[in-house]
T-cell receptor, first 116, second 117 residues
Framework: KNQVEQSPQSLIILEGKNCTLQCNYTVSPFSNLRWYKQDTGRGPVSLTIMTFSENTKSNGRYTATLDADTKQSSLHITASQLSDSASYICVVSARWTTDSWGKFQFGAGTQVVVTP | NAGVTQTPKFQVLKTGQSMTLQCAQDMNHEYMSWYRQDPGMGLRLIHYSVGAGITDQGEVPNGYNVSRSTTEDFPLRLLSAAPSQTSVYFC????????????????FGPGTRLTVL
């Protein structure tokens, strides 16, 4: 069972509107959470990285939030542009412990389409 | 500074053929890894390396071999291609060990789209 679940699977938004993507995880013990943007036919590109002590991090029009207690994260896109059309991937990393090596779990992604 | 480069961009193989996917980085990163990406699934780790001469298996290593003779290069070998290996393959690198919880940026290559008939 995937330890990182993203929703929705896809969404269509009008240019200029805002949207929020969700990421729920069960990876433990938690180390950090990343959001990537993947354009069609390209490799993923890092947007934000958050550790346990951070609950908000911004990168331009992208704002990620983290609630480590409920194991949820969101990525908010403000004033969407056509170039925001892409897949957005949530990745959760576990801390290394004596019981396990660090894990790097990818969500399946949310496909965002921005229309004029 | 080219970052992470991969060749070829596209490849079609017949079942049973072998080939090597090339990956190189010019950022002097010790940590490199190979992933495959299939529709509806998250990227899955195939093999990774923590430095020249050191490699280890990831989540889905069967059917793939790797070696790391230099810091820059990390080729992925398919010994006997199978249709189940049809996928998009990504190589990535980072300065620190993201698999142990480091928060460094992981840089991805542009990918190789492989089809096995």
């Amino acid at each position: 069972k995937n330890q990182v679940e993203q929703s929705p699977q896809s969404l269509i938004i009008l240019e200029g509107k805002n949207c929020t993507l969700q990421c729920n995880y069960t990876v433990s013990p938690f180390s950090n959470l990343r959001w990537y943007k993947q354009d069609t036919g390209r490799g993923p590109v890092s947007l934000t990285i958050m550790t346990f002590s951070e609950n908000t991090k911004s990168n331009g029009r992208y704002t990620a939030t983290l609630d480590a207690d409920t194991k949820q994260s969101s990525l908010h896109i403000t004033a969407s542009q056509l170039s925001d059309s892409a897949s957005y991937i949530c990745v959760v990393s576990a801390r290394w412990t004596t019981d396990s090596w660090g894990k790097f779990q990818f969500g399946a992604g949310t496909q965002v389409v921005v229309t004029p | 500074n080219a970052g992470v480069t991969q060749t070829p961009k596209f490849q079609v193989l017949k079942t049973g053929q072998s080939m090597t996917l090339q990956c190189a980085q010019d950022m002097n990163h010790e940590y490199m890894s190979w992933y495959r990406q299939d529709p509806g699934m998250g990227l899955r780790l195939i093999h990774y390396s923590v430095g020249a001469g050191i490699t280890d298996q990831g989540e889905v290593p069967n059917g793939y071999n790797v070696s790391r003779s230099t810091t820059e290069d990390f080729p992925l070998r398919l010994l006997s291609a199978a249709p189940s290996q049809t996928s998009v393959y990504f190589c990535a690198s980072s300065y620190s060990n993201v698999f142990a919880g480091a928060t460094d940026t992981q840089y991805f290559g542009p990918g190789t789209r492989l089809t096995v008939l």
